[in-house]
């Protein structure tokens, strides 16, 4: 069993900065992928970033590219999410998970399809 906490989240206005962590327990996630995941009230849980067990592949779609950046520390089992130039649509839950059937090597996902284990989420929150 595994278990996901995410923290982090809160109020910011728009053009601020916010860091998001994400730490696993249970089980260790160095050969995992990982991901973050946003949802609004009514939608389908979005994938916003995913990195690799080798820290080489991440990915990102465009709403976020170039202002989110996933990092991992396997030594903490933890990954991060940091969340710069912050915009009022950037304001839903925002929830980690982990591959924890495969071996993940070079290869992360955005489909929250690919993910069995989910943090609680965490809000996030950004004033115009």
């Known amino acids: 069993q595994v278990n996901l906490v995410e923290s982090g989240g809160g109020l910011v206005q728009a053009g601020e900065s916010l860091r998001l962590s994400c730490t696993a327990s249970?089980?260790?996630?160095?050969?995992?992928?990982m991901g973050w995941f946003r949802q609004a009230p009514g939608k389908e849980r979005e994938g916003v970033s995913c990195?690799?067990?080798?820290?080489?592949?991440?990915i990102y779609p465009d709403s976020v590219k170039g202002r989110f950046t996933i990092s991992r520390d396997d030594a903490k089992n933890t990954i991060y999410l940091q969340m710069n130039s912050l915009k009022p649509e950037d304001t839903v839950v925002y929830y980690c998970?982990?591959?924890?059937?495969?071996?993940?090597?070079?290869?992360?996902?955005?489909?929250?399809?690919?993910?069995?284990?989910w943090g609680q989420g965490t809000q996030v929150t950004v004033s115009s």
């Open positions: 998970a982990l591959d924890a059937i495969r071996y993940s090597g070079s290869v992360c996902y955005t489909d929250r399809d690919e993910y069995n284990y």
């Open positions: 249970g089980r260790t996630n160095r050969y995992a992928a």
């Open positions: 990195i690799s067990a080798n820290v080489d592949s991440t």
